[in-house]
């Protein structure tokens, strides 16, 4: 049999309380299922499916026109002050 190490990793409570009752009935347990992750990666050099961002989290695109704000590009005139403002919309 192969040596074995004790791994530790930190998770919310609510989540391993989660997990716990789905791996078992699947007749599993946390150690077998995170082995079998383990393998997986391994195997297939990996992880073994999609990691999106959050539904929340802006796309490629709106990214871009966040990032060209923040540059000044694509904007309107830039003022130092609010003086500087109100003569322009004054003239």
């Known amino acids: 049999m192969p040596s074995t190490v004790t791994v530790q990793f930190r998770m919310d409570k609510d989540l391993k309380?989660?997990?716990d009752t789905?791996?078992?009935?699947m007749g599993l347990t946390v150690s077998t299922a995170m082995n079998l992750y383990a393998k997986a990666i391994v195997n297939q050099a990996r992880i073994p499916f999609d990691i999106k961002a959050s539904r929340y989290y802006p796309n490629a695109e709106t990214r871009k026109v966040l990032d060209d704000a923040m540059a000044g590009i694509g904007m309107s005139k830039r003022y130092s002050d609010m003086e500087e403002m109100k003569r322009d919309l004054d003239a």
């Open 17 to 19: 309380d989660q997990l």
């Open 22 to 25: 789905m791996l078992a009935d």
